[in-house]
């Protein structure tokens, strides 16, 4: 399976935006780009996906690189409540429902 | 809807007991997922279904683990006998398989084992 890099932790003050990186150097064509994020004492939850389009919902955006060998979570403004660790994980499309989850980052929000 | 709900929320048992862990996914949800979590490990998924059918068991860590899914609504994951390597936060989670199309997993919120 193609393997993402993410920093083990980064902070950030409340209210201002959040840029939250992962390298994915060897990802294939038919790799989709997912972030899953897990708060304190809870079960993952879905962030955002996407294939090579930059994509935003209402809980965030992801940019990613022309190449592909990178990507970036954006929150825009940063709660308390988005403390959490985000994990960047690359899927197969099409098909292969496997998630496998790195060391993911530990984001902490500095009120 | 509900979520996907998980019994029990905490288990505390002694080596050697048998373990049982339950899950009702989303109703509508035709894959469901076991997943466990510890601190050295991190989080590994241990088997999915797909319309009730085991799809890959390869995270199985060994003969102690078993799971079934008898219906749509209903999934069960077993170890024995238990050991104390085997605590850990056991999550369960389903998606809406559809062709073509990525799907979001929606996690229950776990069940924390420990084996003394």
């Known amino acids: 399976d193609a393997k993402t890099t993410q920093p083990n932790s980064m902070e950030s003050n409340e209210e201002e935006p959040v840029h939250l990186p992962c390298n994915h150097s060897t990802i294939s064509g038919t790799d989709y780009i997912h972030w899953y994020r897990q708060l304190p004492s809870q079960g993952p939850e879905y962030v955002i996906h996407?294939?090579?389009s930059n994509v935003n919902n209402r809980m965030a955006s992801l940019a990613i690189a022309e190449d592909r060998k990178s990507s970036t979570l954006i929150l825009h403004r940063a709660t308390l409540r988005d403390a959490a660790v985000y994990y960047c994980?690359?899927?197969?499309?099409?098909?292969?429902?496997?998630?496998?989850f790195g060391t993911g980052t530990r984001l902490t929000i500095i009120p | 809807d509900a979520g996907v709900i998980q019994s029990p929320r905490h288990e505390v048992t002694e080596m050697g007991q048998e373990v049982t862990l339950r899950c009702k996914p989303i109703s509508g949800h035709n894959s469901l997922f076991w997943y466990r979590q510890t601190m050295m490990r991190g989080l590994e998924l241990l088997i999915y279904?797909?319309?009730?059918?085991?799809?890959?068991d390869s995270g199985m860590p060994e003969d102690r683990f078993s799971a079934k899914m008898p219906n749509a609504s209903f999934s069960t994951l077993k170890i024995q006998p238990s050991e104390p390597r085997d605590s850990a936060v056991y999550f369960c989670?389903?998606?809406?398989?559809?062709?073509?199309?990525?799907?979001?997993?929606?996690f229950g919120p776990g069940t924390r084992l420990t084996v003394l």
């Open positions: 279904f797909n319309n009730n059918v085991p799809i890959d």
């Open positions: 994980i690359l899927r197969l499309g099409f098909g292969n429902e496997k998630l496998t």
């Open positions: 989670a389903s998606s809406a398989r559809t062709s073509g199309k990525t799907d979001t997993q929606y």
């Open positions: 996407g294939l090579t």
